[in-house]
């Protein structure tokens, strides 16, 4: 199945494209999605700008515009959006 991930912000600067079609196995959950990325794209470090050391979000995640959980399983067609929380003060 194919589902749609979004870079945004500094995670952009990851991946030559910050929007893809990826292909994926039915069910897959989010964090099987971030290491097919990792996998497919070694040298991005695409992974640890994501997840810190024990596995936990480093930044926003979103699926179809509602926040998601690295459990999450998907869909096909879903839209995976990870971006950067940004503090103003």
């Known amino acids: 199945m194919k589902v749609i991930v979004k ?3 500094a995670l952009e600067q990851l ?3 910050n ?3 990826v292909e994926v196995s039915d ?3 989010i964090m ?3 290491e097919h990325l990792e996998q497919k794209n070694p040298s991005t470090g695409i992974r640890e ?3 810190d050391r024990q596995g936990r979000l480093k930044v926003a995640l979103m699926v ?3 926040t998601a959980k690295l459990e999450q ?3 096909a067609g879903d839209e995976v959006v990870f971006f950067e929380i940004v503090a103003g003060g």
């Open 7 to 9: 870079l945004l912000l």
């Open 15 to 17: 991946m030559d494209n």
């Open 19 to 21: 929007k893809m079609e």
């Open 27 to 29: 069910g897959t959950t």
């Open 32 to 34: 099987e999605l971030i």
């Open 49 to 51: 700008a994501i997840l």
């Open 64 to 66: 179809n515009k509602k």
């Open 73 to 75: 399983k998907l869909s």
